[in-house]
């Protein structure tokens, strides 16, 4: 019997001919000026499959928004030109690759941030444990930060050519403070309430919408990660997730995707113990009025991901196990044993000539 995995998905206006998604994954191997070099066009090309998807590493919509050397972006045109070069190849084996805009306000490296000249920035002065304080964003600010994702969102599509966008709205940055009672204290149109709270999110979106349309969007979240201080009640999860993915299912019926991300990880792990939680009723309110392209990610194994898809629908997507099987595709098609994952090299050694951990994976003795 075929498997589901291995079925096409409609998402946005491009058809999958499979469900093995691969995930975004920040390695850190950018140069000094947020440009792509070789490697990670050799990195990307690798993971590429016919009719496959693989959203791209965390980008900076601007040098100002940023926070971490190493780091690629989406402002300049040479760092266009070095994802263009990358997109290039993932087109040229039949692949699909969406980018993922990234801010990150109070999760920026407070030096690097000042180092460029900029103000290390959140919605409001909570800091993170044991960390700087950072400086509340001004009204006007946040209208730019706003516009920030639609510029590099229409360079994304339009210059470096993304078939798509992401919004990285989970794991603690910047839009994820903005949703959070205890990193945002905000007292007006962006802070109190939950209307409010979610009112960068959506009005972010609605921007990126604009410039490339519905069909090349799509957003993440990660409802129930603890990462960078980001742990909340599980009512308050409910109440603001649910009403997130009703309010996006409701204003944009053709959007591409959304993203969740399961509660059992945290960051770029597995949570300890038995996780009670479940993201379920997120699907069921994005599909109560028909069946949308819904990618569900975190931890995820061939068996897990095959009942998900069957019992579910959508597609899975995949992080720690696409970073050491390039050929991840194949070998879930073929029963293969995966290689395993070093995790000292997720994030370096940072920089274009780090192939450590990155490139220098082997694929399986079928490969073809």
């Not at 050694?349 to 990155?358: A, D, E, L, V």
Request: hydrophobic share 35%.
């Amino acid at each position: 019997m075929e498997s589901h995995l291995f079925t096409p998905l409609r998402v946005g206006n491009i058809t999958l001919s499979h469900r093995v998604i691969m995930a975004p994954l920040t390695r850190f191997r950018a140069n000094d000026r947020g440009e792509h070099e070789q490697i990670a066009e050799k990195y990307y090309e690798q993971r590429a499959t016919p009719g496959g998807l693989i959203i791209g590493e965390a980008t900076y919509t601007s040098e100002e928004a940023g926070g971490q050397p190493n780091a690629p972006g989406l402002w300049s045109a040479q760092q266009i030109r070095s994802w263009k070069r990358i997109t290039d190849k993932v087109h040229a084996k039949g692949g699909f690759i969406f980018a993922q805009l990234r801010e990150d306000g109070r999760a920026a490296n407070p030096d690097h941030i000042r180092s460029l000249g900029h103000h290390y920035v959140a919605p409001s002065a909570v800091p993170l444990p044991g960390g700087e304080v950072p400086q509340p964003l001004t009204k006007d600010a946040i209208k730019r930060f706003v516009r920030m994702f639609a510029d590099a969102g229409r360079d994304a599509v339009h210059g470096a050519g993304f078939d798509g966008v992401e919004i990285h709205n989970a794991n603690g940055y910047l839009p994820d403070q903005f949703l959070d009672k205890r990193a945002n204290l905000r007292n007006d149109e962006y802070g109190g309430n939950l209307e409010n709270r979610c009112r960068f999110t959506l009005e972010a979106l609605a921007a990126l919408v604009e410039v490339v349309g519905q069909e090349r969007a799509g957003i993440r979240f990660s409802p129930y990660n603890g990462f960078q201080d980001m742990t909340k009640p599980d009512d308050e999860v409910n109440e603001t997730f649910s009403y997130l993915v009703r309010e996006i299912r409701d204003r944009y019926p053709n959007l591409a995707y959304i993203h969740i991300v399961e509660p059992r990880i945290t960051g770029d792990s597995d949570k300890d113990g038995l996780v009670k939680q479940s993201s379920k009723y997120l699907r069921d309110i994005w599909n109560e009025k028909g069946e949308r392209p819904y990618i569900a990610a975190g931890g995820f194994t061939k068996g897990d991901a095959e009942e998900s898809v069957r019992k579910l629908g959508g597609g899975v997507a995949f992080g720690r196990y696409f970073v050491s099987n390039p050929d991840l595709v194949h070998r879930l098609k073929h029963g293969l044993p995966l290689n395993k994952y070093d995790r000292s090299t997720f994030y370096g050694p940072p920089g274009p000539t780090s192939t450590k951990g990155y490139t220098d994976y082997p694929f399986a003795s079928l490969w073809n």
